[in-house]
């Protein structure tokens, strides 16, 4: 009788293990500054994407996907709450402290819930390899305070704008990087050694289901690439060097704008690779966008010549399409349809209650996303009565898009009465024809829902106080 009990405990047991690693793997990939179109999926033509085009061939393209925000730490904010601009606690690139005795920003609040915390309580393997931007080393923000068991590279933004660092974050110790001194060059490449760690994570976790974010450095400035992976973009169009110093020079900023893509590209291909030779593609789920626009500095990265935004008006840092509409890839083989486009609209704070239900989690935090599972399976979808863009920087912006209708409001600082902006995007979405004044009540109708919608401050119209 006992060895029968012992068997029926074994069986159980083994069911139970088989149930866990059942869970799906999840691999959420954000790029830095990439624009709407700079993937040869999305229409580019001059920079080779080839492992992210293969990904899109085999998943799910989203082309109106928006970002939380225009700018790096309060979309990631957006990203890792489930929050829209509204309701979220990062609204900007808030410095915290000097660069020398402390490093990083605005950090997320202790009782902030992330997408690695809802899946670390359901049992997931959590991991954050790039550039993090929401608090710094031992912060209430820290990643390793914010549901990640590992994390490896760039705590501070600030930090990140040198590729080739002295230093970067395991954990939450600095580590040295052999033959490098925070200049133009060096002996290590930092993004290397983040993808590098990234296979790292897969490989140790392998035997249990993981949450893996890699939010890349790349292609943010400064320009900076190892040769070997600039060599083949050299020649292929006239340059004209960059000597400024509002990042790094460099000869050729095409070849290099163009090269930090491909590098990047390449190692995505590389862990697509690791999770084949593992056998572990078939139960992972990738999701791969960006978090804002390219950037506006053209003589770093033409985005005229590169058409890094195609007909979309404005650039990072503007609540314009150009800045907010970043391209969403999505593939989980056996379940999502091979070569799907989408037209749904979403955004980054839909990322939380997605992977959830994925995950097979019950009880999830409140967030201002839906679920956008159902269009990845083909089922009937649940749309967004609107989104919202609630940013405190570069000058104060805000915008709402309800159905095809899109307003926008700018600086803010400057003039709290600014005019509100309105445009038709089904028949222009290059935001060209402002509507505004042939639909005041419409006008007036969405100011009184932007205000609404946003949880602080409650009395004057758009005023930005955290960061005044």
């Known amino acids: 009788m006992k060895s029968l009990v012992t068997a029926l405990s074994f069986i159980l047991l083994s069911a139970a293990a088989r149930a866990e690693t059942s869970k799906p793997n999840i691999i959420y990939i954000m790029a830095d500054d990439l624009g709407w179109a700079e993937l040869g999926s ?49 609204r900007n690139n808030f410095e915290i402290g000097e660069w020398e005795s402390h490093e990083g920003q605005l950090p997320l609040k202790a009782d902030a819930v992330t997408i690695a915390e809802v899946l670390k309580e359901s049992g997931y393997a959590t991991g954050a390899f790039g550039k993090w931007g929401l608090g710094g080393v031992d912060s209430e923000g820290d990643p ?32 040295t990087l052999p033959g490098n001194d925070g200049g133009v060059t060096g002996a290590t490449y930092g993004p290397q050694k983040i993808a590098d760690a990234v296979l790292d994570f897969v490989a140790t976790n392998k035997d249990k289901p993981f949450f893996l974010y890699y939010p890349t450095v790349i292609p943010h400035l400064a320009l900076q690439v190892p040769d070997t992976e600039l060599s083949p973009y050299l020649g292929e169009w006239t340059e004209t060097p960059y000597t400024g110093k509002s990042y790094l020079p460099h000869p050729t900023p095409r070849a290099a704008y163009a090269a930090m893509i491909t590098f990047m590209d390449k190692q995505i291909g590389r862990l697509m690779k690791q999770l084949d030779d593992l056998g572990l593609s078939e139960n992972t789920v990738i999701f791969f966008t960006s978090d804002n ?25 503007e609540v314009y399409e150009g800045g907010i509409r970043v391209p969403l890839i999505v593939r989980w083989p056996g379940k999502i349809e091979s070569g799907g486009v989408s037209e749904l609209v979403s955004a980054h704070y839909d990322a939380l209650p997605t992977i959830a239900e994925i995950a097979g989690v019950k009880e999830t935090p409140t967030t201002d996303g839906i679920s ?73 109708e969405l100011t009184k829902l932007i205000i609404e919608s946003r949880d602080e401050p409650e009395t004057e119209r758009f005023r930005f106080w955290r960061y005044e």
Request: glycine share 8%; hydrophobic share 35%.
């Open 144 to 175: 390793m305070n914010q549901g990640f068991d590992r994390f490896y590279g760039y705590n501070c933004q600030r930090h990140a704008h040198n590729l080739f660092p002295e230093y970067l974050i395991d954990d939450k110790e600095r580590v």
């Open 42 to 90: 999305f229409g580019q033509k001059k920079i080779k994407t080839p492992h992210l085009d293969q990904l899109a061939a085999e998943g799910m393209r989203f082309t109106q996907h928006y970002t939380g925000s225009p700018v790096c730490a309060p979309a990631r904010c957006s990203l890792m709450t489930g929050k829209h601009g509204g309701h979220a606690f990062v």
């Open 372 to 444: 956008y599972l159902p269009t990845l399976l083909g089922q009937d979808q649940k749309a967004h009565d609107f989104l919202l863009w609630d940013f405190a920087g570069y000058g104060a912006q805000v915008a709402i898009r309800r159905g095809n209708w899109k307003a926008v409001i700018r600086d803010l600082k400057k003039n709290p009465d600014a005019e509100m902006e309105l445009y038709d995007l089904s028949k222009d979405r290059s935001e060209s024809k402002n509507l505004a004044a042939k639909n005041p009540e419409l006008v007036e």
């Open 293 to 317: 626009g390219t950037t506006f500095l053209k003589d770093q990265v033409d985005f005229e010549f590169f058409e890094s935004v195609g007909d979309l008006r404005g650039l990072k840092g």
